[in-house]
């Protein structure tokens, strides 16, 4: 009896040791995997960035160059041909659409999940079953109505179309969020004598506005990358960033390197807020998607 | 923010514990009545005015922006009309179904939507569940290679459309081509021979990382003592994978599907700027435009739209219902 558990014993951290150097040889196998899978897959990206800053000789070739004067010159080629503008008309139509998306889908979204609302079930399939409804249902009217009321090429009625294409989103995610709110810090401020109000303001807002900033920022980014409405009903005054990207190429010689340079320059704001925010973002998702 | 990762952490199955919950807030609601329906006090009622006040707002702006437009489109789709003969227009009856069923691009373009989307969504998925494994260990640089990973769903899809085309699969100077013939291999006519294929690797691409996250979301909430104790016990990696792991994350691979689904069959960008529709890659969509701003047809565009629009829903009611199975632990709450 004595010497089995003796045997026991012995055997036993020895089979630990074992298994934990095997265990380390894969680990670092792994890790190394890892980062040439990751590298890899970031490769476009970084390609691209590195390209902008090039000649339009040195990223034309048949072997890629890595030692070559590098120079901001391609990005000043790309403001010249007016790059600001059209930024800065995304700017305008992601901010206005996100901030009017935030006005409705707020409160809408406190009315769907911290009062028992009445058929909260079916509002919340409504809103999720316009977002399940392709963009094409809708198109041929808006851009003949648009087009009625000399609205094309005008960057707020693409402000709002962003909106209806992000307010269920937004609604759908954010009520996640508030759903999280305990019940008693709502019911403590209605005793205090609150109103519903400002309760939102001055109790609520402040647990949720993590999940309202990821709300934000998803529908930000999906209204600054936007192509197929802005391609359509802008033409030159509101032109936003991707269908001028999509047209800035036309296939006749060397344009890579500056292509290059435009391109950084329309995905840095998204990419850079994408990756300070990333753990929001990742929650914002997640929230929306898997709660 | 802790607050906040938690339900993610929660297994979607927990409904026993919402529901336990849910009946301690029903009763602090019903003001201590018991009962399973307390009738409502009047400070009830007037909540419940001032929810609906509160959610009517946005429902009203989803309407109009959204769901009345689709009803003049159900309207156009019965008339016979073409803006560059602004005289001709009128009623049409079914012409425009007959039209969109029987002329041949209808069916080749379902098939070029079920072919790029079905396959961009099983591919990313793979690629997906493939990276979130090997990301989901802990390594020198997690958090970087994470940050790395998820910028091609960050990027504009017009900008990736651009740059996987001329950058990486340009026949002369692209970096595929290139890399290709470092192991020997003759370039490939990327844009001109394969349109769909190079589509298809474009939305691939920038999708894998959202599968990611969703699949990455669901192995941070396996519990890690159950997978050691398997490992104690001499479960292989592999065998633990199999027999816990995917049947695990088999929700989340079907959410990942089915919000990449929604997604992918919209998908307009990649195919407007890299094919034009070319080389089977004319997706419903893209026809649904050609047809209405090229074709200038607005009575068989719109008919393509009321199909595609049925289409969808025959899709997504399934999904739908799946969905809210899935959320059935949250949705119990409301």
Redesign the interface.
């Known amino acids: 009896m004595t010497s089995a558990t003796a045997t026991a014993t012995r055997t036993v951290p020895a089979r630990r040791r074992n298994r934990r150097l095997r265990h380390r040889a894969t680990?670092t196998a792994?890790?190394v995997?890892?980062?040439v899978?990751?590298?890899g897959?970031?490769?476009?990206?970084a390609?691209?960035v590195f390209?902008a800053f090039k000649t339009e000789a040195a990223?034309?070739?048949?072997?890629?160059t890595i030692f070559t004067s590098l120079s901001f010159d391609r990005f000043a080629e790309v403001l010249d041909r007016g790059f600001g503008v059209y930024l800065l008309n995304s700017l305008t139509a992601s901010v206005m659409s996100t901030v009017i998306v935030l006005l409705?889908?707020i409160?809408?979204a406190?009315?769907?999940?911290?009062?028992?609302?009445?058929k909260?079930?079916d509002?919340?399939?409504?809103?999720?079953?316009?977002?399940?409804?392709?963009?094409?249902?809708?198109?041929?009217?808006?851009?003949?109505?648009l087009q009625n009321f000399g609205l094309l090429d005008n960057i707020s009625a693409l402000s709002?179309?962003y909106?209806?294409m992000n307010?269920?989103l937004a609604?759908w995610m954010m009520r996640?969020?508030f759903?999280?709110v305990p019940?008693?810090i709502v019911?403590a401020a209605q005793i205090d004598g609150a109103n519903?109000f400002t309760e939102l303001v001055r109790v609520v807002l402040p647990?949720v506005a993590?999940?309202i900033a990821a709300a934000a920022l998803i529908c930000f980014?999906f209204a600054?990358?936007e192509?197929?409405l802005a391609?359509?009903l802008t033409s030159t005054m509101a032109r936003t960033?991707?269908?001028f990207?999509?047209s800035?190429?036309d296939g006749r010689g060397q344009?890579?390197a500056v292509?290059?340079a435009a391109?950084t320059l329309?995905?840095l704001p998204?990419?850079l807020a994408?990756?300070l925010a990333?753990?929001r973002?990742?929650?914002g998702?997640?929230?929306g998607?898997?709660? | 923010m802790t607050a906040t990762v938690a339900p993610s952490t929660t297994p979607p199955g927990a409904e026993e514990s919402t529901r336990a919950i849910l009946t301690r807030n029903g009763g602090t609601r019903g003001g201590g009545r018991r009962g399973p329906k307390p009738e409502l006090t009047p400070g009830q009622k007037k909540a419940l005015k001032l929810a609906r006040a509160l959610v009517w707002p946005a429902i009203v702006v989803a309407i109009l922006v959204t769901q009345i437009p689709f009803l003049v489109t159900i309207y156009y789709s019965f008339q016979n009309w073409n803006l560059m003969r602004p005289g001709s227009r009128g009623f049409a009856g079914f012409d425009n179904y007959v039209t969109v069923f029987t002329g041949g691009e209808f069916l080749q373009s379902l098939s070029a939507t079920v072919v790029i989307t079905g396959s961009s969504i099983v591919l990313s998925v793979i690629f997906g569940l493939g990276i979130a494994l090997l990301l989901n260990r802990k390594f020198i640089g997690q958090g970087l290679a994470r940050t790395l990973v998820i910028t091609p769903f960050l990027m504009m899809p017009a900008a990736a459309a651009l740059i996987w085309k001329w950058s990486m699969l340009d026949a002369n100077v692209g970096m595929v081509n290139w890399g290709l013939s470092v192991i020997g291999i003759d370039p490939v006519q990327w844009n001109t021979d394969n349109p769909a294929l190079t589509v298809i690797m474009v939305l691939t691409w920038q999708y894998t990382p959202f599968m990611m996250l969703i699949l990455l979301a669901g192995l941070q909430s396996q519990s890690q003592e159950t997978l050691e104790a398997a490992s104690v016990d001499g479960a292989g990696p592999i065998r633990s994978f199999i027999h816990m792991t995917l049947p695990h994350l088999r929700q989340y691979i079907e959410l990942a599907v089915l919000l990449g689904g929604i997604m992918l069959l919209q998908v307009f960008d990649p195919i407007a700027i890299m094919t034009r529709g070319t080389g089977g890659t004319k997706t419903l969509s893209y026809l649904l435009y050609e047809r209405a701003f090229v074709g200038l047809e607005i009575g068989e565009a719109a008919a393509y739209g009321v199909v595609t629009v049925l289409l969808t829903i025959i899709v997504a009611s399934v999904a739908l219902r799946l969905l809210f199975k899935i959320f059935s632990s949250e949705g119990a709450k409301s």
């Open positions: 680990s792994l890790t995997f890892t980062w899978v990751t590298l897959f970031f490769f476009p990206v390609w691209m390209t990223a034309a070739t048949k072997t890629p409705l889908a409160p809408a406190y009315g769907l999940s911290i009062r028992p609302i009445i909260s079930q509002a919340l399939f409504f809103f999720i079953s316009t977002r399940f409804m392709p963009i094409a249902a809708a198109i041929i009217p808006i851009y003949l109505l709002v179309l909106v209806g307010l269920p609604v996640s969020f759903s999280e019940l008693e019911e519903f647990i993590p999940g980014i600054w990358n192509y197929f391609n359509l960033t991707p269908p990207l999509g800035f190429v344009f890579l292509l290059s391109s329309a995905v998204v990419v994408g990756w990333q753990k973002l990742v929650t998702l997640a929230m998607a898997i709660k």
